[in-house]
Nanobody, 119 residues
């Protein structure tokens, strides 16, 4: 059983930045592609960014390209999402999971971390 633990969310003004972290105690990220998703109020969960291992290839949703950066530290078993130039449309609960073409652990979503962009 995998348990993803997301952190780093909060309330930020438009134009601000946040860095999200994702850990999974007892689960090794190495050799898994890892992804960040978000779910805005009243909407479905959508892919935001993903990163492979070991080559670190990345991919982003069009809405966040040039503003968000996904990275990983396998030694710390942690995946990050650096979010810059935030706007109100980025308001959502952010989740991580494993996988590139498909969600590897769709039955084991974490609690997510709330990001609210508001003045």
């Amino acid at each position: 059983q995998v348990q993803f633990v997301e952190s780093g969310g909060g309330l930020v003004q438009p134009g601000g930045s946040l860095r999200l972290s994702c850990a999974a105690p007892g689960f090794t990220f190495r050799n898994y592609a890892m992804s960040w998703y978000r779910q805005a109020p009243g909407k479905g969960r959508v892919l935001v960014a993903r990163i492979t291992d070991p080559d670190g290839r990345t991919d982003y949703a069009d809405s966040v390209k040039g503003r968000f950066t996904i990275s990983r530290d396998n030694a710390k078993n942690t995946v990050y999402l650096q979010m810059n130039s935030l706007n109100p449309d980025d308001t959502a609960v952010y989740y991580c999971n494993a996988g590139w073409y498909q969600i590897e652990f769709g039955n084991y979503w974490g609690q997510g971390t709330q990001v609210t962009v508001s003045s």
